[in-house]
């Protein structure tokens, strides 16, 4: 089990930039991280993600505003949100993916609030 503890999210006016992290309580060394996002009435979604090779995937809608990044020495991965709509307005939670002998384990945050609003 990995526990994951969210933070980072706010208030935010339009155009403006928030930058989330996510602290696992252990290595994230061999661990693909990720981001999703959950807004009222709608389904979670993929933000982005990022192997342990550091191979990083994104969503459609983020056309080039967000990066991701981990930092494995400190145990936290990173979203870097910029250009921000009040379109992106959600719950962002933190996923980290993993193996266990034959098993896929998935365990997620807490969820950090971002809101863009003037």
């Known amino acids: 089990q990995v526990q994951l503890v969210e933070s980072g999210g706010g208030l935010v006016q339009p155009g403006g930039s928030l930058r989330l992290s996510c602290v696992a309580s252990?290595?994230?060394?061999?661990?693909?991280m990720g981001w999703y996002r959950q807004a009222p009435g709608k389904q979670r979604e993929l933000v982005a993600s990022v192997t342990s090779g550091g191979s990083a995937n994104y969503g459609d809608f983020v056309k080039g505003r967000f990066t991701i990044s981990r930092d494995n020495a400190n145990n936290t991965v990173y979203l870097q949100m910029n250009a921000l709509e009040p379109e992106d307005t959600a719950v962002y939670f933190c996923?980290?993916?993993?193996?266990?002998?034959?098993?896929?384990?998935?365990?997620w945050g807490q969820g950090t609030q971002v809101t863009v609003s003037s």
């Open positions: 252990r290595s994230i060394l061999t661990i693909t």
């Open positions: 996923k980290a993916v993993y193996v266990i002998g034959y098993k896929v384990v998935s365990n």
